[in-house]
């Protein structure tokens, strides 16, 4: 049974600093792994995503990468800013559900940026 | 392109009652994924509809039901509510069924049941 976990759960730094999110998953048969930005109350926006036989994305301010041998993927946020206040969610498409695809998320890492 | 719409943003129900989400996939997508995120949580795969079938569900009770229709739009119908029921319920739709497409989220509706 495939389980994503994020840690940590929250997180909080001053405004410029670097900083990464870690999220592993417990089977490496996943057909890509989507970083997604939740605000409060919303709904998900897409960040990055990234295939199973990609390492790394690239976005702005923001790079994903990914080892499916060691089942892990780490978010970097460059130069930090009060608005990437966010919940960031890690979450890995599964195959071989019944021909569906299935998303299966982390719990997610609440960070705080401090101006 | 349209993006993803839901209806309605909130609502509020009492248990045992029966309440239904709609909600219309970008277009040119034929595939509605449903997915239930109590407070904390990330999103839990309810089940996924591909050109009016159901095509694979998790593990979730009878009482969640769904309906696609044939503009692809889709029904997420959730009877004898329960309290644990209240919850942000998100769907996605994707251009097919397979991983290979990328999957877009709506904005949600915050369901809560007292």
């Known amino acids: 049974k495939q389980e994503v976990t994020q840690i940590p759960a929250a997180l909080s730094v001053p405004e410029g600093e670097n900083l990464v999110l870690n999220c592993s998953f417990t089977d490496s048969a996943i057909y890509n792994l989507q970083w997604f930005r939740q605000d409060p109350g919303k709904g998900l926006t897409s960040l990055l995503l990234?295939?199973?036989?990609?390492r790394e994305q690239t976005s702005g301010r923001l790079n994903a990468s990914l080892d499916k041998s060691s089942g892990r993927s780490t978010l970097y946020i460059a130069a930090s800013q009060p608005g990437d206040s966010a919940t960031y969610l890690c979450?890995?498409?599964?195959?071989?559900?019944?021909?569906?695809?299935?998303?299966?998320f982390g719990s997610g890492t609440r960070l705080s940026i401090r101006p | 392109e349209t993006g993803v719409t839901q209806s309605p943003t909130h609502l509020i129900k009492t248990r045992g009652q029966q309440v239904t989400l709609r909600c219309s996939s970008q277009s040119g997508h034929n595939t509605v994924s449903w997915y239930q995120q109590a407070l904390g949580q990330g999103p839990q795969f309810i089940f996924q509809?591909?050109?009016?079938?159901?095509?694979g569900r998790g593990n979730f009770p009878p009482r969640f039901s769904g309906l696609q229709f044939p503009n692809y739009s889709s029904e997420l119908n959730v009877n004898a509510l329960e309290l644990d029921d209240s919850a942000l319920y998100l769907c996605?739709?994707?251009?097919?069924?397979?991983?290979?497409?990328?999957?877009?989220f709506g904005p949600g509706t915050r369901l809560t049941v007292l």
């Open positions: 509809y591909y050109r009016e079938e159901e095509n």
């Open positions: 996605a739709s994707s251009l097919h069924k397979t991983s290979r497409d990328t999957q877009y």
């Open positions: 990234i295939q199973s036989s990609q």
């Open positions: 979450a890995v498409n599964i195959t071989g559900y019944s021909s569906a695809s299935k998303i299966i």
